[in-house]
Every structure is written in structure tokens, then in C-alpha cells.
């Protein structure tokens, strides 16, 4: 009996109408599963997303958000043994399963970080600093990303189920807005069990997750400008959806990552011999075979100095005739198999076009050796290589993906036939050069970078610790330009932003204030009563200020300060010298000493809630200090960060510095750390 996949709707496991479509085995066509969405109502489904994920999941602030992501990747790191035997059914052998699996969990810790560290503890988040809009500061304004009130679809593609789905998941939930997941058909079962894993965990709110295995149905139909579409999966499937009519019409965000026929550069230093010649051939013998080339990231063109073609095809041809296809079980496999026999034919009909002007110099037959399984019941592809002696002229090799082990030597007679050929694919999702020479690196970064998502440039000193040309990080844009889609995915808190809209406030300083919980010049200075450094976290008040009495800067201070520090720079040691500085009119103190005498003027010295000082952003020198000025200082609770697992809040001050005539002479934000009323309580006592 076939197992169904279940639909998670409306946080219940639904099955779908009638017996459904039947998923088989990659390795030996064996019956998997069924799958079918027939009877689901999608319009209800987006309704319970916006209204009861959506709701939910706004009640938490970033961190709060982030903190679930944490408690969710480490639930699913205990529980990912059982992953593993699902997914070599894909055809995914232990390694290509680890890129899926743990690379996946992995994502949403660095999201959980990202939150946690990058984020405020709150549920706004602030674009740049306020833009003053009028003479006297009355009138400003401040950009902010607020969470969608609507649903991100997901449409995930068949070659990474899980971590596809939780690159996607998780700055989606971290923005606070709800996500229905629809996974590809072919290997939809790794992707629901690893679902049905999140929901017993219990750790994300009603609503926040749906599942649809099967078609999407009429989901299409209800979107409204608040739902956020993120695709995977085909440029011809992508144009189709993107030109659905609510789509158009309610100007659906839509981001996408298609097709993409990356190229890998090897300079014309990088001669056999040399280091970056045998990682070049070692590189991309590895994004050909890993995943069965099925990878929106494997290096599709191999552009390598026309000189050298020859010895970089035999390299390449003795390295793929070492690799072992069969069973991806098998720990002797270096390759398993396609995701399904139909994708299996579409790569053998896709190489047929590439041959048409291109030759056929490694693999490609049907009759080849298969390790521990059967070649006719499963979908195993031999790697294969092709050379285009003529790619400027050709048009396959730079349109036509062959979605598995298969890629195109393109030769080159100098950096402008490289760029022109890496650039002819019409846009990629990422691109490497493999050179030791860093001016050939950036004419070719800088000829190139416009048609491609992700540059890596790889030689003997960084390759060692690189991830490598295939591996997209959730630190960095996923995504490229043209024919790749022209979206953008994760990239840090950027892919947070995707799921968000930003909105310029304008308003008095107070106002804006008091929407974004932090102070802005301008608005209400409070009296703190005390000194602000004796107040605990909870204490402190946006606004609470401190006005310091103040300090003249003498000549025997700059003096004492350039022998105490060692910074004898003219402009403080030197008159004559100092005066022919345009921005002087003679000796000045060290922009140093400004800050430390700013410092002594307004720290409280005594044991106090105030537990470290750990250091000073946007530092800025507005004019020059001369000896005989008197310096004071403002000092503003500018912002707070609750940190409630640490007993402590970080705290930022907006610092002043002015001279006798009211003047700024430096401005910048101190940041400390202040304990929480608890822990004050516990060392105080």
C-alpha cells in the first residue's frame, strides 16, 4: 500500500482527495510514496496564515523569533539521523545528504545569530539613521521595516528538500510573517518528514507553517500585495507564474532563482603545474558530480586559455573516469543517482542539443558501470564532458542546461573573449575565477560581476578554508540577475528585509522616537533624577540624559597626552607646521584626547549597573579643538537591547561633545552594558 504524504493546513495533517500521484525511488524505481493536494481549500489556507500565523508570530520580538529558530535547529539536529536513509531514496549519497540536511539545520542557526545579534529586541526595525527634514529639527523622518501582513508561498525545488525549504523558512519566520511551504513533487517525502519533525516540536505558534504536497491549486488566485512569493525551480515555470493575473495585478513581491548556467574562470596564470590548475580541475570535477550535477550552482561552462584546452580535457577526463556511480547508500559511491528516470531523459535530451555544436569528449554512453544497484530501474547518468572548439559562435552551450553531471569546456585567447563568454549566459547565480594574479582577478570581477549573483576567486592562499564555488551561505545573496531570476535569498538579515515593508515616518523627533524606541536629536531630553549610570537597565528611560559640567583643554594637556600616548603629530606638536594644515589655524588636541576627557566628564566611577563599556560607533571629529577651549558633553539613552538570558541590556548613549560656543566638536554612541534589576540585585546585595 502506498504511504500518502500528508498536508499540513491549518495545523492539521489533512490527506489529499483520491490516491494521488505515485513517487518512486531514485536508485531503483521502487514505489515511495503518493502525493496528492486535491480537495484542499487554499483559500482558506492563506486566510489562517495571515490571520492566525501572521498574528502570532508578530506578538515576538526579533530575538524571541530568533530564539525559536535556535530551539528548532537544535530539535531537528537531534532528530536528523532520520533523515538520512529517506534521502539517499533521492539518489543523494551521505555527503550530497549532509550539503541538504545539516546544511540546512546550519542556516537557521546563522538566521537564529543574525536575529539575535544584527536585530533589536523589538518588533521594528530601523533603516539607517533619521533624515533631518527642516532648518531647526522639528520636522524629521526615519525608515522602518515592519512585518507583512500577508503569507510567503514557497515553491521549492526537487534537488535540495530540506535545506531548500529551511533557507527559505527561516528569515521568513525571523521577519514574523508565516510561510505555506509547497515542496517539489519528486522528493516532497523528505521534505514532509522533516515537517511533521517541526510540528511535534512545538515550538512554532499555530499557524505559522503550512504544507501543501501536491499542486498549489487555486492558491494563486487569492494572493493579495501583502503575500510574498519565493520560487526555485524553472526560468519557463517562473515566467508562468509570475505572470499570473494577482500576481500582476496586486504586485505580488516576487523573488526567484531559475535556471542559472554558471561558469568557472581559469586565468591564463593558473598553467598546469601550478596549484590553481589542479584546484581548478579538482573544483570542478566536484560541482559536476556532487548532487549528480543537479544543482542550481554546478559549473555549467568551463572557460579555460584556448593554450592549455587540451591539457585541462584530459585532466578533467582522467579525474571523471575515477568516479564510482552507483547506490548512493554504498559508502565506495562517489555519485548516486538522478532524482527521478524522467529527469534521467531530460538530461540525455538536453545533452543531444549541446552536442549539436558541441563534441562529446568524456562519458555520455548508456553502458557503464553501476555500483551496487541496478542501471535500468534507476535514474544514474554518467558524468559527462564537452568541448565547444567555437563558443563565441555557438548558442547552446550558453542556453541549453543540462541538469545533472554535464558541463562545457569553452576555450579563450584572452580576457576579453573570458569575460564576454562568462557574461554570454545572461545571468548567473554565481561565477568563479581560479587565478594567483589579483590583477587578473579584478578585471575579470569587474568585467563579469554584473551578470552574476556571487563571485568567488579562489588560489593557493584562500582555498583551503573556501566553501567552494557551489555552496551558497546564509551570510550572502542567493540569487542573480537574468536568466538566474534577478532575485535575492538570505544574504542575512537582507533576506529577513525581503519578507518585510519598508516605510519612510516623518514626524517630530519626539514622535519618531517614540515609534522606533530609539532616541533621535531633538526630541525630549528627560531628567534622570540620577545619574544615569546608577539606574539598572529596567530603570533607564529612552531620553534620560546627562549634561556634564565642564573642562578647559590646556597646552600641557595636549603636551602630557602626546608623551604619555606616543602620537607626536605635527598638528599637536608643531605650530608652524600645524598652521599650514588648511583645516587648522595652529596646534590642536588629539581627537583621542577629546573622547577620553569626554569620558572623565560623564562616568560615574563608582560600582554601579553600568558593568562594561565595550565600544563607540559612528565616531566623528565635527571641528578642531585648540588649547584654551572648554568642552562639556551631552550624554542620551539612546537605545536598549535586552539581552534576558545574560542578566544584563546593552545600552547605547548618543554622546555630544560641544565647545564654549555650543559648538560640536565630536559626536558619536557609547556602548555599554547594563545589568537588569535581578542580577544588580544579586551582586548588590
Known amino acids: 500500500m502506498k504511504i500518502k504524504l500528508g498536508n499540513l493546513v491549518l495545523d492539521r495533517w489533512v490527506d489529499g482527495d483520491g490516491d494521488g500521484n505515485t513517487l518512486t525511488s531514485a536508485v531503483d524505481g521502487s514505489t515511495v510514496a503518493a502525493i496528492t493536494s486535491d480537495g484542499l481549500d487554499f483559500k482558506d489556507i ?42 539517499t531514496q533521492t539518489g543523494a549519497t551521505r555527503s550530497d545528504s549532509w550539503v541538504d540536511i545539516d546544511g540546512g539545520i546550519s542556516t537557521m542557526f546563522v538566521f537564529s545569530s543574525k536575529g539575535r545579534r544584527e536585530m533589536p529586541n523589538d518588533k521594528v526595525y530601523l533603516d539607517g539613521p533619521p533624515e533631518q527634514l527642516s532648518k531647526n529639527g522639528t520636522f524629521a523622518a526615519q525608515h522602518i521595516f515592519t512585518p507583512k501582513l500577508g503569507a510567503a508561498v514557497h515553491i521549492n525545488a526537487f534537488n535540495f528538500p530540506c535545506w531548500g525549504m529551511l ?4 528569515p521568513t519566520l525571523l521577519a514574523g510573517v508565516p510561510a505555506i511551504v509547497k515542496p517539489a513533487s519528486s522528493t516532497a517525502y523528505l521534505t514532509e518528514l522533516m515537517v511533521r519533525r517541526i510540528i511535534e ?14 499542486s498549489v491549486g487555486d492558491l494563486f488566485d487569492h494572493l493579495t500585495c501583502q503575500d510574498t512569493i519565493a520560487f526555485t525551480g ?3 515555470t517562473a515566467e508562468f ?5 494577482k500576481v500582476i495585478s496586486e504586485s505580488v513581491a516576487f523573488t526567484a532563482e531559475t535556471d542559472s548556467l554558471n561558469s568557472s574562470i581559469l586565468g591564463p596564470d593558473a598553467v598546469p603545474g601550478t596549484p590553481e590548475f589542479d584546484l581548478y580541475i579538482k573544483e570542478v570535477v566536484h560541482e559536476m558530480t556532487s548532487k549528480a550535477g543537479q544543482k542550481c550552482t554546478a559549473i555549467r561552462r568551463i572557460i579555460a586559455p584556448s593554450a592549455i584546452t587540451a591539457e585541462v580535457i584530459d585532466a578533467l577526463s582522467t579525474a571523471l573516469g575515477k568516479i564510482r556511480v552507483g547506490h548512493p547508500g554504498n559508502k565506495d559511491v562517489d555519485m548516486g543517482a538522478l532524482a527521478s528516470q524522467g529527469q534521467r531523459d531530460e538530461v540525455r535530451d538536453r545533452v543531444a542539443e549541446l552536442s549539436q555544436q558541441a563534441d562529446l569528449v568524456f562519458g555520455g554512453s548508456d553502458d557503464f558501470d553501476v555500483v551496487g544497484a541496478d542501471a535500468k530501474k534507476g535514474a544514474f547518468f554518467m558524468p559527462t564532458l564537452l568541448h565547444c572548439e567555437k563558443p563565441l559562435t555557438s548558442t547552446a552551450v550558453h542556453s541549453v542546461e543540462a541538469f545533472g553531471p554535464v558541463s562545457t569546456v569553452l576555450p579563450y585567447d584572452n580576457l576579453d573573449e573570458a569575460i564576454e563568454l562568462s557574461c554570454m549566459g545572461e545571468g548567473s547565480l554565481v561565477s568563479s575565477i581560479f587565478t594567483n594574479d589579483n590583477a587578473i582577478a579584478r578585471e575579470l570581477v569587474l568585467g563579469t560581476a554584473a551578470y552574476h549573483g556571487r563571485m568567488l576567486v579562489i588560489n593557493r592562499h584562500c582555498a583551503a578554508e573556501s566553501t567552494g564555488h557551489g555552496s551558497p551561505l546564509p551570510h550572502l545573496v542567493h540569487g542573480g540577475p537574468g536568466r538566474a531570476g534577478g532575485g535575492e535569498e538570505m544574504g542575512g538579515v537582507r533576506g529577513v528585509l525581503h519578507y518585510m515593508q519598508r516605510t519612510a515616518i516623518q514626524g517630530s523627533p519626539q514622535t519618531l522616537a517614540a515609534i522606533g524606541n530609539r532616541w533621535v536629536r531633538g526630541a525630549d531630553e528627560n531628567d534622570p533624577g540620577v545619574h544615569p549610570f546608577r539606574k539598572t537597565f529596567e530603570q533607564l528611560a529612552i531620553g534620560d540624559t546627562l549634561i556634564t559640567k565642564s573642562r578647559e583643554v590646556t597646552l600641557d594637556d595636549i603636551e602630557h597626552f602626546a ?21 587648522f589655524d595652529g596646534r590642536v588636541a588629539h581627537g583621542y584626547l577629546i573622547v577620553s576627557f569626554a569620558a572623565g566628564l560623564f562616568v560615574d566611577p563608582d560600582f554601579g549597573p553600568v558593568l562594561a563599556n565595550y565600544g563607540l560607533d559612528d565616531l566623528r571629529f565635527a571641528q578642531p579643538v585648540n588649547h584654551g577651549d572648554v568642552l562639556k558633553v551631552r550624554l542620551t539613552c539612546k537605545q536598549k537591547t535586552l539581552r534576558p538570558d545574560k542578566g544584563y541590556g546593552e545600552v547605547r548613549w548618543d554622546t555630544e561633545v560641544t565647545n564654549q560656543d555650543d559648538d560640536i566638536v565630536a559626536q558619536y554612541d557609547v556602548l555599554t552594558m547594563v545589568a537588569t534589576d535581578e542580577h544588580w540585585a544579586s551582586v548588590s546585595a
Open 241 to 245: 507564474l509570475q505572470q499570473h493575473p
Open 563 to 583: 608623551e604619555f600616548t606616543g602620537d607626536n603629530f605635527y598638528a599637536h606638536m608643531d605650530e608652524e607646521a600645524a598652521a599650514k594644515n588648511p583645516f
Open 201 to 214: 516540536s512545538g515550538i512554532l505558534p499555530d499557524g505559522a507553517l503550512q504544507l501543501i504536497c501536491g
Open 46 to 87: 492563506l486566510n489562517h496564515a495571515r490571520t492566525v500565523g501572521g498574528s502570532n508570530l508578530r506578538k515576538y520580538t526579533f530575538h524571541e523569533r530568533g530564539e525559536m529558530l535556535k530551539a528548532l535547529a537544535k530539535y531537528l539536529n537531534e532528530h536528523k539521523k532520520e533523515f538520512y536513509p529517506l534521502s
Open 167 to 170: 533557507e527559505k523558512l527561516a
Open 234 to 236: 524553472s526560468k519557463n
